[in-house]
Structure formats: structure tokens, C-alpha cells
């Protein structure tokens, strides 16, 4: 968790260096707006399980998106994947079906979807928790962080492009639209 929480505070400050001017601005450059979905498991179809000594491990859901794309949530012990593509089998080759956390994780249900002015998506943002095993309340339990992940959508790879800390930041949502207007289109997976 250590090396997450050090990988993250590095995106942050890059993050707060980079994009210093409000998200609104940004909306206004280039056009961009927000439409949101919800990837909340009863509104998907289950299309996998995986049971250990006949309990539940985990499970694969496909769910409705936006702009012909479907979202993949993926769930293995407690730690998941968001993934995008044209259908199931597309999204499960995008980088970021593999793209997770160590820690216990889970995304929140509702997904905000970046568009152009034509209405295209081009990226998605979503908050997730991330178990900080470093830090634990009174019943000995790991506190749970808030992060919001920038994703970029095809044309070309689905990956990770920002990481932005949301209990770090009372502007998380507007740093993430901004990341994802300015960064996500150009991003080279793998090597941004």
C-alpha cells in the first residue's frame, strides 16, 4: 500500500502542477460536458463466477454504457476492474482489465463520461475506495481512501490516465475533468 500511496502523492503533485486552472475552463475550451451511467451489478449482466470451496471469489459483469461501449466490472478476493470496449471480449484485452490495486478495492456505481462536442465519449472518470491497510479504525479495520480514476477510451488503449487523491483534494472532481479533457485523448497507454 505504501508504494500506491507514493505512486499516488506523485500523481497529485504532478496533477496540482499540470492542471492548475479551473475544470469550468476547460469545459469551455474544448467542449466537453458529462453524462453519467451506473455499472451497479443488478443493472448488469453477470457473465462469469468463479466459486473457491463453493463460496463466491468472484464475478464478471457486462454493463450498458455510452456510444456503443460496454463496461466490464471484473471482481476477483475483493479487488476489482473497470474495463471498455465494444463488447465483452474487447474489453477484456484493454489494458485496464487488468488495471487494479493490491489493497481490497471497489468502484463506485456511477460512472461520469467525458464527451466531446459531438457527443463522443473519450474518457470516463470514477471514484473508487481503496482499503489503506496502514491505517485502521477502532475495530481494527483498514480506513478506506477515495480516488478518483481518469480513464481514457478507443480509439486506441483503455488505461489509467490520473489518479487523483479525493480526501486530499475538496476539488477532486473538477482536477479529474480536468485531466481527463486535457490528458486522456493523447495518452499513450503504457507509456504515459
Same mark, same amino acid.
Given at each position: 500500500?505504501?508504494?500506491?500511496?507514493?505512486?499516488? =502523492?506523485? +500523481? !497529485?503533485?504532478?496533477? #496540482?502542477?499540470?492542471?492548475?486552472?479551473?475544470? *469550468? %475552463?476547460?469545459?469551455?475550451?474544448?467542449?466537453?460536458?458529462?453524462?453519467?451511467?451506473?455499472?451497479?451489478?443488478?443493472?448488469?449482466?453477470?457473465?462469469?463466477?468463479?466459486?473457491?470451496?463453493?463460496?463466491?471469489?468472484?464475478?464478471?459483469?457486462?454493463?450498458?454504457?455510452?456510444?456503443?461501449?460496454?463496461?466490464?466490472?471484473?471482481?476477483?478476493?475483493?479487488?476489482? =476492474?473497470? +474495463? !471498455?470496449?465494444?463488447? #465483452?471480449?474487447?474489453?477484456?484485452?484493454?489494458? *485496464? %482489465?487488468?488495471?487494479?490495486?493490491?489493497?481490497?478495492?471497489?468502484?463506485?456505481?456511477?460512472?461520469?463520461?467525458?464527451?466531446?462536442?459531438?457527443?463522443?465519449?473519450?474518457?470516463?472518470?470514477?471514484?473508487?475506495?481503496?482499503?489503506?491497510?496502514?491505517?485502521?479504525?477502532?475495530?481494527?479495520?483498514?480506513?478506506?481512501?477515495?480516488?478518483?480514476?481518469?480513464?481514457?477510451?478507443?480509439?486506441?488503449?483503455?488505461?489509467?490516465?490520473?489518479?487523483?487523491?479525493?480526501? *486530499?483534494?475538496?476539488?477532486?472532481?473538477?482536477?479529474?475533468?480536468?485531466?481527463?479533457?486535457?490528458?486522456?485523448?493523447?495518452?499513450?497507454?503504457?507509456?504515459?
Amino acid at each position: 500500500m505504501r508504494r500506491l500511496i507514493s505512486f499516488v =502523492s506523485l +500523481s !497529485l503533485l504532478a496533477a #496540482a502542477g499540470l492542471w492548475t486552472a479551473a475544470a *469550468a %475552463a476547460a469545459d469551455a475550451d474544448q467542449g466537453a460536458r458529462s453524462v453519467t451511467s451506473s455499472i451497479a451489478t443488478k443493472k448488469c449482466r453477470k457473465t462469469a463466477e468463479q466459486k473457491v470451496d463453493g463460496d463466491d471469489y468472484g464475478a464478471t459483469y457486462l454493463c450498458p454504457g455510452i456510444g456503443g461501449l460496454k463496461v466490464l466490472r471484473q471482481e476477483v478476493d475483493l479487488r476489482e =476492474s473497470v +474495463s !471498455l470496449g465494444r463488447n #465483452a471480449k474487447a474489453a477484456e484485452n484493454e489494458p *485496464a %482489465a487488468s488495471q487494479t490495486f493490491a489493497p481490497f478495492n471497489s468502484p463506485n456505481d456511477t460512472v461520469e463520461w467525458r464527451l466531446d462536442r459531438a457527443g463522443k465519449p473519450f474518457a470516463i472518470i470514477q471514484r473508487w475506495e481503496i482499503a489503506d491497510n496502514n491505517e485502521r479504525d477502532k475495530d481494527d479495520r483498514p480506513r478506506t481512501k477515495s480516488l478518483l480514476i481518469v480513464t481514457r477510451l478507443p480509439p486506441g488503449a483503455v488505461c489509467h490516465v490520473a489518479y487523483i487523491d479525493g480526501s *486530499a483534494n475538496p476539488d477532486a472532481k473538477d482536477l479529474a475533468r480536468k485531466a481527463a479533457d486535457e490528458t486522456a485523448r493523447d495518452f499513450r497507454c503504457g507509456k504515459g
